[in-house]
């Protein structure tokens, strides 16, 4: 993220948040992976902030599920562009 020029409110705490997400993502029974941005997407803006929505529920869904650890109001703070190019390395 930091080589990307991703400057978030704290980057490593948000790269936590995604590497969290991603775990989340592989972690499940679904039988489609959410932790994705297609090349469509990535070029439409409305679309890459669905797919970033996608990820930052990833995150959420870990967030509320150890609230002992978590701040209830703790997100990804990455915007969708910056949080897209992460998605699609």
């Known amino acids: ?6 400057d978030s409110e704290d980057v490593a705490l948000d ?8 775990i989340e993502d592989e ?10 941005i297609t090349p469509e997407e990535y070029a ?3 679309a890459r902030k669905v797919a970033c929505n996608r990820v930052r529920k990833l995150f959420d869904d870990v967030r509320d599920r150890y609230l002992d650890v978590f701040s ?5 703070t990455s915007s969708d562009t910056q ?6 390395q």
């Open 83 to 88: 949080l897209a190019i992460v998605i699609s």
């Open 72 to 76: 209830p109001t703790e997100e990804i």
């Open 15 to 22: 790269m936590t948040r995604v590497i969290l997400a991603k």
């Open 44 to 46: 439409d803006k409305a």
């Open 27 to 36: 972690s499940s029974s679904k039988e489609e992976c959410e932790f994705h």
């Open 1 to 6: 993220m930091y080589r990307q020029g991703i």
